[in-house]
């Protein structure tokens, strides 16, 4: 359905553009929960806003494309993207505090999105906020409350209520639980998922938090300083993560069960962009770092169903032979 | 509250209560932010507090700050000598000077509490100057270095500004700061919240080690469970603006007594677990309830209406926090000896 290829965007800073999405090839199918984690600054964030064409100056797409049910979205116009965005394709931002209209009620937030979609009856409008807000499990007496009547969970839920008001094909949520504390957030997760059953939309889910989509997501990419380190299947790559950078997220966490083990995170930061490292781009940090990683950037291979940027998995001849490469197609 | 004896006592609450007066003339209302709250923090000790957004745990912080006055209670500080005073008693600026030395804070955000336009080593100079006079400006440019030295930084990051540093170092050097003045206890509200969960650790590995080299005791208010246990000694659970239950965090977590620990454990996400059966999920997503806004409230247990296993006295009388097992319970049901089962 969502089928993106080679996208590449580049912030223009003086001299050197800041490429904050290298060469990023993924697909996401009909009703599947795709997950992409990083740390902050990896680029998660702008490669959603760039494939719901929402960047804004000096952000640019100058490479690549975002297949969106057979139309590439990168070359619509702006009017014909209106009439796919939340029609079709949806957003959910990170903070719903501020999201929201603070001086508007939610009800007239709705309304002004379906109006401006086509929904004219005001009995219409009124009778299908009511009903995206029972879908999220709030009362409709709140679509006369303002957001900041409204507890943080409920907020969260009210956005992704909106979202949902065309029924979309795909739903993209950046980091929509991230101001929720654990119970909050299970309870939106869960949500997010039974509402996913029941209508069958598709999402693109953006976190750093691995723990949360382990349990929620089909499929999982891992990003880095702007590339794909690694992708494939969830569960594959939480019971044998390839890439070193998976594993550390993987094991940053402190666990409430079993013995208590001391944990070393992910020492250093992730590099600046603008001053991209000839090698590979995790190298500095990396426990499994080899000389040659130094000098060479690793290609993105194919170990059956799931893509790696990692010099380990590198066949023994030094460079990846071409076959080896991975496909945008690929699983 | 029944301390080990090996543990000398730092701070004691003692019934720390705080109300917030909200609403116009018409709809005059009180907020019990912080109820009936007692606890203690002994000397070299990680004590995390931990609990929903809502539940009290920033407001128990800033009374312990001296941001806010308690509404009723006291807290109780012990200093070197033993000698305790509580915090109303501090009325010169000089006492008050040494207290919030001793007791220093680190925020939540490290991208709002440095000051953009100064380099990272203002914060720390200056709190020098004004809890250690007695250094002279060498004195005070070495000890800066030597506290960035202690939290990871070296003292080649003192001259950059807080735009050149990454959450981590920023939140690290909220850390050096509060080390400047000698603390004794460390009041660190959600220090890692905003940071990267591959760089939380560094952080939870830092605390640890201010508690077992520099034997300065911090209270860790969070919402992460799991990090709690990482790093902290003795878990105190709030809810609603009272302490539910508190106890070793190795205890408290092997076995909750108090149904909302029990749910908060249950919703702590583990990527290691196998995925939730369908029933699970079920389960959990009839759990919508939402902690209470508590305005002018009528005696009864707080948690009721999201409880399972509630009976009827918990709709008519507080429970009260007492001694069972090796922590303390604030529930009516484990309080008769009974096995609360109400979250798994």
């Keep these: ?331 | 509250m029944t301390e080990p004896p090996s543990v000398t006592e730092l701070l004691r609450a003692d019934r720390l209560t705080r109300h917030f007066k909200i609403g116009g003339a018409l709809s005059q209302g009180t907020l019990h932010a912080v109820d009936d709250v007692s606890f203690s923090i002994g000397e070299r000790e990680i004590v995390a507090l931990a609990g929903e957004s809502g539940s009290g745990k920033s407001t128990v912080a800033r009374l312990l700050a001296r941001v806010y006055r308690p509404s009723s209670g006291t807290v109780t500080y012990f200093d070197e000598t033993g000698n305790g005073r509580t915090l109303s008693s501090l009325r010169s600026r000089r006492a008050g000077l040494r207290y919030s030395g001793q007791v220093p804070m680190v925020f939540q955000d490290p991208f709002s509490s440095l000051n953009p336009v100064f380099r990272v080593s203002h914060g720390v100079l200056r709190a020098l100057k004004l809890h250690r006079p007695d250094l002279s400006a060498g004195e005070r440019r070495a000890e800066a270095a030597r506290v960035f030295d202690v939290v990871g930084l070296g003292a080649a990051m003192l001259d950059r500004y807080p735009h050149e540093l990454s959450g981590g170092q920023r939140q690290r050097v909220g850390f050096a700061q509060a080390l400047a003045t000698k603390p004794r206890l460390i009041l660190a509200d959600e220090p890692v919240s905003m940071l990267d969960t591959s760089i939380r650790i560094g952080l939870l590995n830092l605390m640890a080690k201010l508690r077992d080299e520099e034997g300065v005791s911090i209270l860790y208010i969070t919402h992460d469970i799991a990090s709690a246990r990482y790093v902290a000694d003795r878990l105190i659970v709030m809810y609603a603006g009272q302490v539910a239950e508190s106890g070793p965090i190795e205890d408290v977590l092997a076995a909750p007594r108090h149904p909302y620990t029990q749910l908060l454990l249950s919703a702590v996400p583990d990527p290691k677990a196998p995925p939730p059966s369908t029933e699970a999920v079920a389960a959990a997503s009839g759990e919508r309830g939402e902690p209470p806004k508590v305005i002018d409230p009528k005696p009864g247990c707080r948690f009721m209406p999201r409880c399972p296993v509630s009976v009827e006295l918990c709709g008519q009388v507080t429970p009260e926090l007492k001694p069972l097992g090796a922590g303390e319970v604030a529930c009516h049901v484990a309080q008769t000896g009974a096995e609360v089962k109400a979250f798994t």
């Design chain 1, 1 to 331: 359905m969502l089928d993106v290829s080679s996208l590449t965007v580049e912030y223009a800073t003086g001299k050197n553009p800041v490429r904050a999405v290298d060469d990023v090839s993924f697909h996401v199918d009909a009703g599947q929960f795709v997950g992409i984690v990083g740390e902050s600054g990896c680029g998660k964030s702008t490669l959603l806003f760039a494939v719901a064409q929402l960047l804004s100056a000096p952000a640019a797409i100058t490479a690549g494309s975002v297949e969106f049910r057979g139309q590439d979205l990168v070359a619509l116009s702006g009017r014909r993207l209106n009439a796919i965005r939340w029609q079709n394709l949806s957003v959910v931002m990170q903070s719903a505090m501020n999201a929201l209209n603070p001086v508007m009620s939610v009800g007239a937030q709705f309304a002004d999105a379906l109006r401006a979609h086509g929904m004219s009856s005001r009995k219409a409008v009124a009778a299908r906020s009511a009903e995206v807000l029972r879908l999220v499990g709030i009362d409709p007496v709140h679509l006369k409350s303002y957001p900041h009547q409204l507890s943080g969970g409920m907020r969260q839920r009210a956005m992704i209520a909106m979202a949902l008001l065309f029924t979309p094909d795909l739903v993209i949520m950046d980091e929509p639980t991230s101001a929720l504390d654990v119970v909050a957030q299970r309870s939106l997760m869960t949500q997010i998922k039974e509402l996913q059953r029941e209508i069958g939309f598709a999402v693109i889910f953006v976190t750093h938090d691995m723990s949360l989509v382990s349990h929620y997501s089909d499929r999982l990419l891992v990003m880095y300083a702007g590339q794909l380190a690694e992708a494939g299947p969830t569960r594959r790559i939480f019971d044998n993560p390839l890439h070193p950078y998976s594993r550390g997220l993987l094991e940053a966490f402190p666990s409430i069960k079993g013995p208590k083990v001391p944990l070393q995170g992910i020492p250093g930061a992730p590099p600046d962009l603008s001053i991209i490292p000839n090698g590979c781009r995790f190298a500095p940090r990396c426990p499994a770092k080899m000389p040659q990683c130094e000098t060479t950037p690793p290609a993105l291979l194919d170990r059956e169903g799931v893509r790696v940027r990692c010099l380990l998995y590198a066949p023994a001849s030094g460079n990846a032979a071409p076959g080896e490469q991975a496909k945008e197609t690929a699983q």
